[in-house]
């Protein structure tokens, strides 16, 4: 069983910064890919970001050469950091989690946090 806690959302202006971080219970943490969703109101949920444990990433060609996920293992921690942002990145934010293999489906994940909002106003 994995537990994951989102924290580091809230109110930046368009161009700003915001830093994301999915803490993780288990002691196998380092077995698991980690992936970032977002959902806006009205929209379905979507990928944003993910790492494998080797630490290959993947990622939403609408969040390239903005976003960056990275973890560290020792700590049980996934980040998200979140450059350059736009008023249409506004979503609350899902870190996830499932063995192994990075996946661009959401159902494909085992494992969900509670979720963080972001809002970026223009």
């Known amino acids: 069983q994995v537990q994951l806690v989102e924290s580091g959302g809230g109110l930046v202006q368009a161009g700003g910064s915001l830093r994301l971080s999915c803490a993780a219970s288990g002691r196998t943490f380092s077995s698991y890919a980690m992936g970032w969703f977002r959902q806006a109101p009205g929209k379905e949920r979507e990928f944003v970001a993910a790492?494998?444990?080797?630490?290959?990433?993947a990622y939403a060609d609408f969040v390239k050469g903005r976003f960056t996920i990275s973890r560290d293992n020792v700590k049980n921690t996934v980040y998200l950091q979140m450059n350059s942002l736009k008023a249409e990145d506004t979503a609350v934010y899902y870190c996830?989690?499932?063995?192994?293999?990075?996946?661009?489906?959401?159902?494909?994940?085992?494992?969900w946090g509670q979720g963080t909002q972001v809002t970026v106003s223009s």
């Open positions: 790492i494998n444990w080797s630490a290959s990433t």
């Open positions: 996830a989690g499932r063995l192994y293999r990075n996946s661009y489906d959401a159902k494909e994940y085992n494992y």
